[in-house]
């Protein structure tokens, strides 16, 4: 893979407060947190479908032995979105200190505008009180899709930091 490094703006919010219930399930339904251990190919493989519009690339170039132990870590819960029992999407969750990081989330290119983003966004939020941190936080970038820091907003995370970072993105070859 060749790859080039841009600036992209990097944008920081947290989540203070439980929010209430908003949405019931959608049929057909399911998430499912992935039993350890978690396999690296089957990793990066969901890992590089779901970010492949967004040059997701970290966790590909990272080594396997560090990336095997970033999964398997009892801190690290993955849970993958399931519609009609096929693989949607998958979020990523991990416990650090007193809050809670949802380090990864997104939908995979074929569910992607048809009413699931919302709906799996406030389960992934149910899913990061459930450990009862003092908040939650997560990042997004100006590399996301156009609609993640509004829709992040909308469920009731709150900016609270903007830094100028530099990315991978991938050229051709």
Not at 44 to 69: C, H, I, P, Q, T
Request: charged share 25%.
């Amino acid at each position: 893979m060749n790859y080039t490094t841009v600036p992209s703006e990097v944008y920081f919010l947290k989540m203070e407060e439980k929010p209430t219930l908003r949405e019931n399930n959608i049929e057909n339904t399911s998430l499912i947190e992935i039993a350890k251990p978690i396999d690296i190919s089957w990793y990066r493989e969901l890992y590089s479908e779901v970010g492949k519009n967004f040059n997701w690339l970290d966790r590909l170039f990272m080594d396997d032995a560090e990336l095997y132990s970033k999964i398997n870590s009892s801190k690290t819960h993955i849970y993958t979105l399931n519609i009609k029992q096929k693989h949607a999407g998958y979020c990523e969750l991990v416990e650090e200190g007193d809050h809670v990081e949802i380090l990864y989330f997104g939908l995979l290119p074929d569910f992607i505008g048809k009413g699931y983003g919302k709906y799996f966004l406030n389960k992934t939020i149910e899913l990061a009180w459930r450990f009862s941190p003092k908040h939650i936080q997560l990042n997004t970038c100006d590399m996301d899709h156009p609609n993640a820091i509004h829709n992040y907003k909308k469920a009731g995370f709150v900016l609270y930091k903007t830094v100028t970072e530099m990315k991978k993105v991938l050229v051709s070859e």
